[in-house]
């Protein structure tokens, strides 16, 4: 039986979309559409009590929050999460220093930048702390190919849908060439192609 994605397409939505391309595993993906509010109809309510994408179904397995999939999928399927112990611990830390941080403060300068009626305060507010997250993480791309250390994993994913839209929140990545070098190294991926090529209408 093929796991059920619920999602739209939104960095968070993208995540497990990525990851399951990535995985290269059959799935079925079940568009919920948010700016229609369907994510808070009953009947998806019943999939994922907190009303947000994305939410993955697998057997009798729920799984839902991004990150929550993200770790379920890695686990299950042996691949995307490093087994050194370090390692892993690493992996897991920047997977919860996206949700945490980068997630929440992006997706607030991403609102206050789109705004008909501007506020300045809160506009700057968000855009120097996804600055300052930027700089947490080109400082460790500095060090490592990737978050994790030497291994492609679950937490670049997670933290690739966000930071590729740092344009359009007015975010310059020219003084992060480390940053740049990380993204450029992801989009070439064949799943990211795939990904993208997943359309939302």
């Known amino acids: 039986m093929?796991?059920?994605?619920?999602?739209?397409?939104?960095?968070?939505?993208?995540?497990?979309?990525?990851l399951l391309e990535e995985l290269g595993i059959p799935y079925e993906l079940v568009k919920v559409d948010i700016r229609a509010g369907e994510?808070?109809?009953?009947?998806?309510?019943?999939?994922?009590?907190?009303g947000k994408i994305p939410a993955l179904v697998d057997g009798e397995r729920h799984v839902w929050e991004s990150g929550a999939i993200l770790l379920y999928l890695a686990e299950k399927h042996g691949r995307f999460l490093p087994t050194e112990p370090q390692a892993r611990?690493?992996?897991?830390?920047?997977?919860?220093?996206?949700?945490?941080?980068?997630?929440?403060?992006?997706?607030?300068?991403?609102?206050?930048?789109?705004?008909?009626?501007?506020i300045p305060y809160a506009t700057a507010r968000y855009a120097d702390e996804c600055k300052r997250l930027l700089g947490v993480m080109e400082a460790r791309l500095a060090e490592v190919p990737y978050l994790a250390g030497a291994e492609y994993s679950i937490a670049d994913i997670s933290t690739f849908t966000w930071v590729r839209n740092a344009?359009?929140?007015?975010?310059?990545?020219?003084?992060?060439?480390?940053?740049?070098?990380?993204?450029?190294?992801?989009?070439?991926?064949?799943?990211?192609?795939?990904m993208l090529a997943v359309t939302f209408p």
Do not use: C
């Open 39 to 50: 994510q808070k109809r009953p009947e998806y309510l019943a999939v994922n009590p907190n």
């Open 2 to 18: 093929k796991p059920i994605l619920y999602a739209w397409g939104t960095p968070n939505g993208l995540k497990p979309v990525l």
């Open 167 to 194: 344009p359009r929140l007015g975010l310059d990545l020219a003084d992060f060439p480390n940053t740049r070098r990380w993204l450029a190294d992801i989009e070439a991926r064949p799943a990211v192609g795939r």
């Open 89 to 118: 611990l690493d992996a897991i830390a920047w997977l919860f220093w996206q949700m945490s941080g980068v997630g929440p403060m992006f997706g607030q300068a991403f609102h206050f930048r789109m705004r008909d009626e501007q």
